[in-house]
């Protein structure tokens, strides 16, 4: 299989609009976006299809430049950081964030919305980075 350049940039290109609908959302304070549960649900999906694109992105790297295939979709991120792709330290902050995704989609527990959205403004700048290093990375080796 070949490396496709611009599926890479395609995917990325969604990942901006989802991180973009979430800035707008995240211009709104917690108490309002917990108050308004349009917002809320919003936030989460746009959340969930982040990290979805992302994934999508990690699996067709592991695919394609033959890396060793992850066991979970956490795992991904791992394996992306351990081949230098994403760098070790950003990969292991990361990669958690496939269990905040599962818990929003598959409803294994109750969600802390208010720590969600904490975490989610906390840790916002992540996509940012993601989206950075991938971009980095791809301009590197085409």
Do not use: C, W
């Given at each position: 299989?070949?490396?496709?350049?611009?599926?890479?940039?395609?995917?990325?290109?969604?990942?901006?609009?989802?991180?973009?609908?979430?800035?707008?959302?995240?211009?709104?304070?917690?108490?309002?976006?917990?108050?308004?549960?349009?917002?809320?649900?919003?936030?989460?999906?746009?959340?969930?299809l982040a990290v979805d694109?992302?994934?999508?992105?990690?699996?067709?790297?592991?695919?394609?430049?033959?890396?060793?295939?992850?066991?979970?979709?956490?795992?991904?991120?791992?394996?992306?950081?351990?081949?230098?792709?994403?760098?070790?330290?950003?990969?292991?902050?990361?990669?958690?964030?496939?269990?905040?995704?599962?818990?929003?989609?598959?409803?294994?527990?109750?969600?802390?919305?208010?720590?969600?959205?904490?975490?989610?403004?906390?840790?916002?700048?992540?996509?940012?980075?993601?989206?950075?290093?991938?971009?980095?990375?791809?301009?590197?080796?085409q």
């Amino acid at each position: 299989m070949t490396f496709e350049k611009q599926f890479v940039v395609t995917k990325l290109n969604e990942l901006e609009i989802y991180v973009d609908e979430l800035a707008d959302i995240l211009q709104t304070s917690d108490e309002n976006i917990l108050k308004d549960l349009d917002k809320l649900r919003h936030s989460e999906r746009a959340f969930q299809l982040a990290v979805d694109t992302m994934l999508d992105i990690n699996q067709h790297f592991i695919r394609e430049l033959g890396l060793p295939v992850s066991n979970d979709f956490q795992s991904t991120f791992y394996a992306l950081g351990e081949n230098n792709i994403l760098s070790g330290e950003f990969a292991d902050k990361i990669a958690p964030i496939v269990g905040l995704r599962n818990r929003i989609v598959h409803r294994y527990e109750t969600i802390n919305r208010k720590r969600f959205l904490a975490n989610l403004r906390k840790n916002f700048e992540d996509f940012k980075t993601y989206t950075k290093l991938i971009t980095e990375y791809i301009n590197q080796k085409q």
